[in-house]
């Protein structure tokens, strides 16, 4: 495995209010209604925004004292646990505008490790203060336990995944998993830049490589998708949606 360097601890870099971030429509300032918006400046003290990451440098590393979540600003975040066996098993995969880092929570001390896929930007948001800071808004604490339920899901739904699904069903929900996120980013949800690589993919669906360029194949031939090497345009998103309802049994 090729090496993670842990450099998330380093310096800050310049000041910053959440009122002018890009992704505040999709992050913590979202559970502010309109007449609460004053208590931004509260909000904007909590989160540190830190020095950009460079592609497998670590955010956090299984085992690390929980101490913060983490929003994704800019680029994208791959979380990992290493089995009984020794290997590597792919978690979870992070956009810009999402929160990670909540399974910390359970035992005080994070379970999986958590690196930059590419040049990443994230905000810090330590823990103990959002919790005080829920305390006083209590629509920040609605909606921590909201994106907290929301992990939960995602875990429940990734289990249901991996259990019984074709090769062309796990593929296509993770690609239209990506789609629909974009969608609430407000970019494009037929032009996609996966930053993982086909060895992360198959990890995570628990398919080999060569399962997954198959079913890249298959869905390119069918007129379901355009791939260029990472860059994958979706031409008939219906036809993946059909993909998950149907008794397609493909390896």
Known sequence: MDTIVKTIHVGFAKPFGCHSCRMNKLCI???LGSDELDKLDQLNALVQRKNPLQPRDGVFFSGD???????VRSGSIKSFCIDTDGREQVTGFYLPGEIFGWDGLANDHYQNTAIALETTSVCEIPYDQ?????SAIPSIKK???????HELNA?????????????HQKLASLLLSISDRLVVQGLSPRRLWLPMSRGEISNYLGMTVETVS?????FQRNNYLHVNKKD?????????????ISSDDTE
């Open 29 to 31: 300032p979202l559970a």
């Open 65 to 71: 004292p929980f101490t913060s979540i983490y929003a």
């Open 232 to 244: 994958i345009e979706i031409l008939d998103k219906q036809a993946l949606r059909s993909l998950l």
């Open 155 to 167: 875990d429940q739904r990734l289990i249901a995944l991996l259990a019984g699904k074709s090769a």
């Open 214 to 218: 198959r079913a890249l194949s298959h």
């Open 130 to 134: 959002l919790d005080k800071l829920g």
């Open 143 to 149: 909606y921590v336990m909201k994106l907290i339920s």
